[in-house]
C-alpha cells in the first residue's frame, strides 16, 4: 500500500492542523494505522495509532489535543491537532502495520512539515 501525506503548513500556537494520508490499494481497512513524528535533532515519536476496529492510543504528548481518525471508504487517515505547541513543530509521516503494536516508521510516504510558530 502506497501512502500520501497532506495538510501540514505554519500556524500559530493555539492553533489547528488536519492532516490526511490517503492509501492506494484496497487493504486499508485491515491495516492498522498510525501517525509517527520526527523533529530535526530529535528522535522519532509515534504520535497516534489507530486499530482497525477504530480503538486509538496517543502519545502523553499530545494526549487530549490530537486525534486520529480513519475513513476505510475514502482510504483515509486523519490526524487533527488542536492546541498546537511550537514543541510539535516535526516532518509528520503516517505508517502501517498488522497491528497497532506493529505500525512501522517508514512504511508511509514522505511525510507533511507542520511548523508551530510562538
Known amino acids: ?6 495538510g501540514g503548513g505554519l500556524v500559530q500556537a493555539g492553533g489547528s492542523l488536519r492532516l490526511s494520508c490517503a492509501a492506494s490499494g484496497s487493504i486499508f481497512s485491515i491495516l492498522a494505522m498510525g501517525w509517527y513524528r520526527q523533529a530535526p535533532g530529535k528522535g522519532r515519536e509515534l504520535v497516534a495509532t489507530i486499530s482497525q476496529g477504530g480503538s486509538t492510543g ?6 487530549g489535543r490530537f486525534t486520529i481518525s480513519r475513513d476505510n471508504a475514502k482510504n483515509t487517515l486523519y490526524l487533527q491537532m488542536n492546541n498546537l505547541k511550537p514543541e510539535d513543530t ?5 505508517a ?3 497491528t ?3 505500525v512501522r516508521f517508514g ?3 514522505q511525510g507533511t512539515q507542520v511548523t508551530v510558530s510562538s
Open 1 to 6: 500500500v502506497q501512502l500520501v501525506e497532506s
Open 90 to 94: 516535526a516532518m509528520y509521516y503516517c
Open 107 to 109: 512504511s508511509g510516504g
Open 96 to 98: 502501517h502495520g498488522f
Open 58 to 63: 496517543y502519545a502523553d504528548s499530545v494526549k
Open 100 to 102: 497497532t503494536a506493529t
